[in-house]
């Protein structure tokens, strides 16, 4: 739902709507005056206001700021923030009612997930730094349902109807669409490793067109794979490209259909994985570019996210994705 009044937050690179909000909370409401009310009344008054939004608990905090009208996750390198998960959060504020007051022994609040050691705090704040609303969060009571919530100055809880469950790692909030490239648009790819393989496409195949003399030829499983690694390729964590190693442990190059080309370094670092990055030359119009990647399973689908056009990051990729591209030569045997 897009208002009038809303404020624009714009995804990374190419531009997009989310949602955001402010919250409003009365916290002198005593229980008898409790039927069932919003939670959030002056929603739209404090939309405009918000840059700043701290979730944290006693295991983390997460910080994402608007800077430079990207909402950025300030405590991971100013990572680009999942606004989707950003919307979803703020519209079950939006939407909360409160309709019943619980405890307000503070002695009593572990069991409603509002104690120091397990509530979630929610810290909001305008451009000028000052803070515009804070909440208390606890445990979702599937059986209700509903969230237990309190002004952080008061020991009075409440329970609203909305799911506010949320996360304070910085990993939560972080998108994770890389690629989604079907195989019929790749052209050629040229592994550079211990040797050079040069695969070209013949009628939606790759073959392998430098064969060595004594060698045998790459399995067709192998290639296969190969051929579609860049399908729905999701990343699950990051690097900061100055912390890499000097040298990765070898390169591919992808020609695609279309003229993109497509260099891919991969790393494979001790005690933390499979790293690579992704460098891009001659991208056209006819490439899908979001932020989120709804994947289409064509085998002819060109698809990409923004955050693998970042040239800051390199992103942590699974295992197989190393050993589909890290081909080996065989010795034919005699």
């Known amino acids: 739902m897009i208002l009038k009044n809303l404020k624009k937050l714009i995804l990374i690179s190419f531009g997009s709507l989310i949602i955001a909000s402010g919250i409003y909370y009365d916290s002198n409401i005593q229980k008898k005056e409790i039927s069932v009310q919003s939670l959030v009344p002056s929603f739209d008054e404090l939309l405009g206001k918000i840059a700043y939004i701290e979730f944290s608990n006693s295991q983390g905090t997460s910080i994402i700021e608007d800077i430079d009208d990207q ?24 939407e909360a009612e409160i309709f019943d007051a619980k405890t307000n022994r503070a ?16 810290i909001l704040k305008s451009i000028d730094n000052e803070e515009i ?11 209700i349902p509903g969230t237990y919530v309190k002004d952080p100055e008061s020991s009075q809880s409440y329970i609203v109807n909305s799911n506010l469950s949320t996360d304070t790692s910085n990993f939560y909030w972080t998108p994770t ?16 490793n211990a040797n050079m393989f040069n695969l070209e496409n013949e009628n939606g195949d790759l073959k392998h067109t430098n064969l060595p003399q004594g060698f045998s030829n790459l399995s067709e ?27 990765p442990n070898f390169k591919a190059r992808y020609a695609l259909e279309n003229g ?5 370094n991969f790393y494979d670092i001790a005690d933390e994985g499979i790293h690579v990055t992704f460098d891009w030359n001659y991208l056209n119009e006819n490439i899908q570019i979001s932020k989120f990647i709804d994947p289409i399973f064509d085998e002819s ?6 955050l693998s056009l970042l040239d800051q990051f390199a992103y942590k990729v699974p295992q197989l ?14």
């Open 221 to 247: 499983d192998k290639i296969s794979d190969l051929q579609r690694s860049l399908t729905d390729l999701q990343h699950n964590g990051y690097v900061l490209r100055s912390n890499l190693p000097n040298s």
């Open 107 to 122: 002695d009593l609040l572990y069991k409603l997930g509002l104690d120091d050691e397990n509530k979630t705090s929610l």
């Open 321 to 334: 994705f190393f050993d589909n591209h890290n081909l080996k030569l065989r010795e034919k045997s005699e």
């Open 260 to 264: 993109t080309i497509l260099f891919i």
């Open 301 to 306: 689908q060109l698809q990409i996210s923004s």
């Open 71 to 94: 909402w950025l996750i300030t405590t991971a390198d100013n990572f680009p923030a999942n606004t989707e998960l950003l919307s979803r959060f703020f519209i079950q504020l939006r």
């Open 177 to 192: 669409d890389l690629i989604n490239i079907g195989r019929l648009q790749i052209k050629s790819v040229q592994i550079y």
């Open 133 to 143: 609303y804070t909440l208390d969060i606890g445990t979702y009571n599937y059986n």
